[in-house]
């Protein structure tokens, strides 16, 4: 599914038709880097019944190479800290302190 500044990525099952595993991208231009842009990784979500086998690390590895295709100059997340290790295997490194403000 494409959109202007979003794309979501699935895997569904070929004999039911449900979806194993989800995730999506948001592209933002930026002002500094003349304009460039960045891939911000969201809601990674893959069936507990569909767990184990690499779906997450497919929808992730997807997210990224889409990203690059349309110009990204890098790709960030937010994740839980369980979830590091998940990420690390994906190639991301942890940097920087995620600040939120919730209404």
Known sequence: MLG???????????????????GS????????????KVGHIE?????????RIQLGQRI???????AKTVGCYKVILNCKPDLREFYK???FVEINVQMALYF
Not at 4 to 22: F, K, M, Q, R, T
């Open 4 to 22: 202007d500044n979003h794309y979501v990525g699935v895997v569904e099952d070929p004999i039911s038709g449900c979806i194993l595993a989800s």
């Open 25 to 36: 991208v948001l592209i933002e231009r930026k002002f500094i880097r003349g304009g460039g």
């Open 43 to 51: 809601d990674v979500v893959v069936d507990k019944a569909a767990r």
């Open 60 to 66: 992730v590895d997807h997210l990224v190479h889409y």
């Open 89 to 91: 295997k994906c190639g």
